[in-house]
């Protein structure tokens, strides 16, 4: 008998686990149905800033694969149609039609499901937040409708809220577009959750480089607008100008509809499941920006909201939903983000999150140059290694430099995850010519300088 799977949401995580699912089963032994509220599947929410900074003018650029060729590959997707409900004992959800005109529901029936929905992002609630020219940044759909303000409105000054990886890019985007930019954030430092605040002051020299205007420890109190347009936005010390303005606010689990259904939640708030990505219903899988990881380092439940987790989340749920037995093995969280010259990067623990596991770190952070000294266009790069006292494990890696610095955190990241120690990270054979790196590399400088501290 044809088992159905039934796959909700339809980007990374989704359609990596139903196109991983496609793969083992032919659709003979195996029916994949996907649920996508929005117009698209497999697209790249990363590539939004790079379409509004006009680096890519295609919006279809951006999307991997459609839902005719989902479909040509033996996946039934239905766009516009949104699961509202998740019935675990009938083993069925409830669908509605959300395109114009729509609004029909119906049930459908599934042996193996994947929740795959996502994450919600934070808005803040102030006075004025819903005036025209206020822009999320999540779906392509918001990423056409600021490139649409920008190309149609010719906007001068716009502020962005909120100083993550998501709010520099964005800033980069309208440098690239010629606004003035203005970021402000609550915390004291851009990137604040992610980098320690030695190297967020570094990014925060980046943007003021790039002529961005930063007002940090002030959070957004209200936006005023003008005829319905936002005209400004306001802080406890000062009110900003805006013809536009860019949240980068952050984003939680989009966990709601598994709540509901009475599936398990972790204390993150993420859906809880195990490393093969199952939740606490047999049969129910979950995977990506929805569903709580386990870090690591600290052995903590985190949610981390990025693509690379999503699409190996998704290949795992994908494989096991379909009779296989594979594990997903956690996360460090490994970043990297491009403010226009400048590469930050960032991977495993902070000192503040490596304080809060009860890891005790020695600290170094060296400045050396991306190239060899004398070779032209060679440019500062600062890192940061953090190692556990008193064995030297790396747990933790911070970068921040010009072209060439950022992909340097990958090799620091293979280090976190092999548990490697500073001493043994410090002789690794990397490779050395002018052009690339000074013959000792950065991140190995750093990695001596903190066995020595140790
Ligand atoms: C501007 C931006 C830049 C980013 N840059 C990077 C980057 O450089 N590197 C990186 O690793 N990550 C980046 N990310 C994060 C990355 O895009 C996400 O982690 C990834 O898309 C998560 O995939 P997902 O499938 O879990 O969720 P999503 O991509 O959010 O997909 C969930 C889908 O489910 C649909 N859905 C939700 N609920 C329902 C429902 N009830 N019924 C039907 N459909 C539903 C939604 O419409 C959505 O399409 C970026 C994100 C943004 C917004």
Redesign the pocket.
């Known amino acids: 008998m044809t088992e159905r799977l039934v796959v909700?949401?339809?980007?990374?995580?989704?359609?990596?686990a139903a196109a991983r699912a496609r793969r083992r089963r032919s659709p003979d032994e195996l029916e994949i149905v996907a649920?996508?509220?929005?117009p698209?599947?497999s697209?790249?929410?990363?590539?939004?800033?790079y379409f509004v900074g006009d680096l890519v003018t295609d919006i279809d650029a951006l999307i991997a694969r459609t839902p005719e060729e989902h479909r040509r590959n033996g996946i039934d997707v239905h766009t516009g149609?949104?699961?509202?409900a998740v019935d675990v004992d009938r083993r069925n959800v409830r669908?509605r039609d959300v395109t114009p005109g729509g609004g029909a529901e119906r049930d459908e029936p599934f042996d193996q499901l994947v929740v795959?929905?996502?994450?919600v992002?934070f808005r803040p609630d102030v006075p004025g937040i819903d005036a025209d020219g206020i822009f999320g940044?999540?779906?392509l759909a918001?990423?056409v409708a600021v490139r649409h303000a920008i190309d149609e409105r010719a906007p001068k000054r716009a502020v962005i809220v909120g100083g993550g990886?998501?709010g520099l890019?964005?800033a980069e985007a309208l440098v690239r577009r010629g606004l003035e930019v203005a970021l402000i954030d609550r915390t004291e430092q851009p990137m604040a959750a992610t980098l320690d605040p030695d190297m967020g002051a570094l990014v925060a020299k980046a943007l003021r480089a790039v002529g961005v205007t930063i007002h940090m420890g002030e959070p957004v109190e209200g936006f005023d607008s003008d005829g319905g347009a936002v005209r400004a936005v306001r802080t406890g010390r000062r009110t900003l100008p805006a013809d536009v303005v860019v949240l980068?606010t952050g984003?939680r689990p989009?966990s709601r509809?598994a709540a509901d259904a009475g599936i398990a939640i972790g204390e993150t708030g993420g859906v809880a499941t195990d490393a093969r990505m199952e939740t606490s219903v047999e049969g129910v899988w979950a995977?990506?920006?929805?569903?709580e990881s386990v870090d690591r380092v600290t052995g903590h439940r985190v949610v981390i909201?990025?693509?690379?987790?999503?699409?190996k989340?998704?290949r795992v749920a994908g494989i096991n939903a379909t009779g296989g037995d594979v594990l997903f093995p956690g996360v460090i969280g490994t970043?990297?983000?491009k403010i226009c010259a400048y590469e930050v990067a960032r991977t495993g623990v902070t000192e503040h999150h490596a304080a809060e596991a009860g890891i005790d770190v020695v600290t170094a952070t060296i400045e050396a140059t991306s190239r060899a000294g004398y070779f032209p266009g060679a440019e500062p790069i600062t890192v940061k290694i953090l190692a556990e006292r008193p064995g030297g494990r790396i747990v933790g890696a911070q970068i921040v430099g010009e072209e060439g610095a950022g992909k340097r955190i990958d090799t620091l990241a293979t280090a976190i995850w092999n548990r490697m120690q500073v001493d043994e990270f410090a002789s690794v054979d990397l490779s050395y010519a002018p052009p690339f790196s000074p013959v000792w590399d950065p991140v190995l400088v750093a990695a001596r300088k903190a066995a020595d501290l140790l």
């Open positions: 909700i949401g339809g980007d990374a995580a989704g359609m990596t649920f996508e509220r929005g698209y599947t697209y790249s929410a990363c590539g939004i800033p149609h949104e699961v509202v669908v795959a929905t996502g994450a992002p940044v999540q779906t918001d990423g990886y998501i890019e964005m980068g984003v989009d509809l995977a990506g920006d929805c569903v909201a990025l693509g690379t987790h999503a699409n989340q998704g970043a990297a983000a």
